[in-house]
């Protein structure tokens, strides 16, 4: 799976989001997998800084998008909702340089307008305008 930019910048956000979780990611660390009972630190990030892994139970890689679905109870499965959460997580007004992904699960609705640019106003104008023309005027085609 290639992964865009943003998911690419995300992805590579794992040490930040560790410490945002009140987590040293240069340390061991309990698992973060809830279904984990870990009781002693069993989990380490790797050495690319994309991945943390559980070397107990779980015996596995997670993402930082992984980790935050598991933390929001979201599926994993559901890979844009899991990267919003991160995103929302880590950014909160947006991700620097990129533009914010569309919720995908219409958790915020009405915050944004689509932005309407001045060409288009005078488009929609110019239909308003036609419209109120015809309105109650001639209701028969104009042909020829
Ligand atoms: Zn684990």
């Not at 919003?84 to 219409?106: C, I, M, T, W």
């Amino acid at each position: 799976m290639a992964d865009d930019a943003k998911t690419k910048f995300l992805r590579a956000q794992l040490p930040a989001y560790l410490k945002k979780r009140g987590i040293d990611p240069d340390k061991w660390f309990s698992c973060l997998n809830p279904e984990h009972q870990d009781h002693h630190p069993s989990m380490h990030m790797d050495e690319g800084g994309l991945f943390a892994r559980c070397f107990s139970k779980c015996g596995r890689n997670y993402s930082i998008f992984e980790m935050e679905a598991m933390r929001q109870g979201i599926s994993i499965l559901d890979f844009p909702a899991a990267k919003k959460a991160v995103e929302d997580y880590l950014y909160p007004s947006g991700v620097p340089g990129f533009e914010k992904s569309q919720d995908h699960r219409g958790k915020k609705t009405g915050e944004k307008h689509p932005k309407i640019q001045p060409k288009s106003i005078v488009y929609i104008r110019k239909y308003i305008d036609n419209r109120g023309q015809n309105r109650g005027g001639e209701s028969a085609s104009q042909t020829g």
